[in-house]
């Protein structure tokens, strides 16, 4: 079993849509959690973190459940610029290395 | 300011080739990480390195070598190469700010084929 599972899709969504990506980590002991975003043949870069209280960022929404041990995020009027592959990343605080399990990316595509 | 910048972007290797890839970032980050990204694999790490002249094993850690002499160079070596090598490699930094995570930043990426 994967640590990190994300559907790879691709979504395939229209301008103004709002889509749902969800995750789930195996590792309980899983500390930090985030969402990174890349573009094709580009490297990822950080998106959003995700927190236990759920936050915000423009158009885009982070959820975290511990007891499910599932991430969500929530995009909300799709714009095609939004057209990426969305990685849902953990990472225990404690490690030595600050290192992070990659899951492996759920493909959204926005069509005019 | 720079980032991270990796080299060579491309390479095309033959079976039992050694090569070297570099990885260089000017933000005197602690931290130095290689991955490897495979179609439906997500990003996984090869070694890292939490400061000069430190370096560690990832979860793939076969067939690679490291050093990190320079606080902002990290050098991946493939010494013979296999087509099992065929990937995209990205370098990534960080700083040091325990206990709490800190961004990884990545390189662009090197495209390796070994024939």
């Known amino acids: 079993r994967k640590e990190v599972e994300q559907d790879p899709g691709p979504f395939n969504v229209p301008e103004g849509a709002t889509v749902a990506f969800n995750c789930t980590y195996s590792?309980?002991?899983?500390?930090?959690f985030f969402w990174y975003r890349q573009d094709c043949r580009k490297e990822p870069k950080l998106l959003m973190s995700?927190?236990?209280s759920g936050n915000e960022d423009g158009r885009f929404t982070a959820q975290l459940n511990r007891a499910s041990q599932y991430i969500s995020l929530l995009i909300r009027d799709s714009k095609l610029s939004d057209s990426a592959t969305y990685l849902c990343?953990?990472?225990?605080?404690?490690?030595?290395?600050?290192?992070?399990?990659f899951g492996g990316g759920t493909r959204l595509m926005v069509k005019p | 300011n720079a980032g991270v910048t990796q080299t060579p972007k491309f390479r095309v290797l033959k079976t039992g080739q050694s090569m070297t890839l570099l990885c260089a970032q000017d933000?005197?980050?602690?931290?130095m990480y290689w991955y490897r990204q495979d179609p439906g694999m997500g990003l996984r790490l090869i070694h890292y390195?939490?400061?000069?002249?430190?370096?560690a094993k990832g979860e793939v850690p076969d067939g690679y070598n490291v050093s990190r002499l320079k606080k902002q160079n990290f050098l991946l070596g493939l010494e013979s190469a296999a087509p099992s090598q065929t990937s995209v490699y990205f370098c990534?930094?960080?700083?040091?700010?325990?206990?709490?995570?800190?961004?990884?930043?990545f390189g662009p990426g090197t495209r390796l084929t070994v024939l």
């Open positions: 990534a930094s960080s700083r040091l700010l325990a206990p709490s995570y800190n961004e990884q930043f």
């Open positions: 590792n309980s002991a899983s500390q930090s």
């Open positions: 995700v927190y236990s």
């Open positions: 990343v953990v990472s225990m605080n404690n490690n030595a290395g600050n290192m992070l399990t």
């Open positions: 933000m005197n980050h602690e931290y």
């Open positions: 390195s939490v400061g000069e002249g430190t370096t």
